[in-house]
């Protein structure tokens, strides 16, 4: 492993750093106190800072030389509505919060980066540091692009980070094209008449129409995409009726699918209401749906070519060619920062955190962050800093 001295010399900071935000968890958009910690660090270290993109966002800005390209590395701030269950010393002091997708750990390796960067400079162009808020189902990324992120903050490309269990620890994956799965929301409400349960030809039965609608959602995925393209539909919620003698006169239906191409994404989309709109019409009930009620939404996370080309040189230069895996399957979970791909070429890699034996996985109220790889993340975006800004 290639890793410069200063930054090994930066392991203790980091990991004090990272411990620290640990301690002291936020959910999206309250990362206030994460953001005062990370933006005096920042000042600390020489960086202008800009504060209240996306409410609590940060971007640091680093220039060295004289060219005009410009690079945005990303990081997020947010935690989970999740009890810790560990025990060691730094665990979560706020209750029902913790960093349980490592987010802790990100925010301290590109802090670990923007310091080697500031002190050594040996780069030609600009770097953006960005700290989002609320990564978890919230869109902090696009909170932060429509606050005006790219026109303030002008890169040329951007690139992101996650820790991931199950990867070696500080080992990397990456390929191009789509690593991260799109994630939308949809909500159906299905009125019918209600009438007596002895007596169902004198109303129009919801609880029925929707048992037909669910199944034939189910052949979205088996009849309607192509077997080549993975996809999911789920129905997560049923609600209707509390009684037991009276057909309801409403069934509310709420589901997720997601996919790796926006073609399916669409073609899904359209599926859907093909299907309640004719169902619904067959059992003369009505249907309203909803997708993305909350704007919850989340587009394919998508590599480009170049990028991803540069992103895996700075990977094997730090981790050593073997400890790169070119050809990870994709996730079907899914990341906002296929939002700030969507507006510039890019890349996101994983690091491995380790096996999910020691560390379990992602969202799990055991997770933690593997200290041992804060060099490896560190070094890694200073590497890629140095190739891509010569
Ligand atoms: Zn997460
Ligand atoms: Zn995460």
């Known amino acids: 492993m290639a890793i410069a001295n200063d930054i090994k010399q930066l ?8 411990r620290h935000l640990h301690q002291f968890p936020e959910t999206a958009f309250e990362e206030t106190e994460t953001a005062r910690f990370i933006a005096d660090k920042l000042t600390s270290f020489g ?9 609590t966002g940060i971007v640091a800005a680093l220039s060295a030389g004289n060219s005009d390209h410009k690079i945005a590395l990303r990081a997020d701030m947010d935690a989970l509505f ?20 490592g987010h802790d750990g990100h ?10 960067l500031a002190d050594n400079r040996n780069f030609n162009g600009t770097v953006y540091f960005i700290f989002q808020p609320a990564e978890e189902g919230r869109a902090g990324a696009r909170q932060m692009i429509v606050d005006g992120l ?11 980070m996650h820790n991931f269990p199950d990867i070696p620890s500080g080992h990397f994956a990456v390929k191009p094209g789509a690593m991260m799965a799109s994630f939308d929301c949809f909500e159906i409400t299905i009125t019918g008449q209600a009438t007596h349960a002895a007596m169902p ?9 929707s048992a037909q609608l669910i ?6 995925v088996s009849r309607t995409i192509n077997p080549a393209d993975p996809a999911v539909v789920s129905i997560t919620q049923i609600h209707a009726g509390n009684t037991w003698n009276a057909i309801p006169e409403s069934v509310m239906l709420r589901g997720t699918f997601r996919c790796f191409s926006s073609t399916v994404q669409t073609t899904i989309a359209n599926k859907i209401t093909q299907l309640v709109n004719s169902i619904c019409g067959g059992f003369d009930v009505s249907a309203d749906i909803r997708f993305n009620p909350e704007n919850a939404g989340y587009p394919v996370t998508f590599n480009t070519e170049a990028e991803t080309a540069i992103a895996l040189k700075a990977a094997q230069a730090v981790a050593g060619e073997d400890c790169v895996n070119q050809q990870p399957i994709p996730s079907m979970g899914s990341e906002d920062f296929a939002f700030m791909l969507q507006k510039k070429p890019g890349c996101y890699i994983w690091i491995g955190n380790g096996s999910s034996e020691n560390s379990c996985l992602l969202h799990n109220p055991h997770y933690d962050f593997n200290d041992e790889i804060l060099p490896v993340g560190a070094a890694y975006w200073v590497k890629l800093v140095e190739m891509k800004l010569v």
């Open 11 to 18: 392991h203790a900071d980091m990991r004090q750093w990272r």
């Open 47 to 55: 960086l202008d800072i800009h504060l209240g993109l996306g409410k």
């Open 82 to 101: 999740i009890q810790e269950q560990n025990t060691y010393t730094y665990k979560s002091r706020h209750d029902g919060i913790m960093h349980a997708c």
């Open 107 to 116: 925010s301290a390796m590109l802090l670990g980066a923007a310091k080697y």
């Open 150 to 160: 790219f026109e303030k903050f002008p890169a040329d490309c951007v690139f992101g």
């Open 201 to 209: 030809h004198l109303g129009n039965d919801a609880i029925v129409a």
């Open 215 to 220: 199944n034939a959602l189910q052949t979205i």
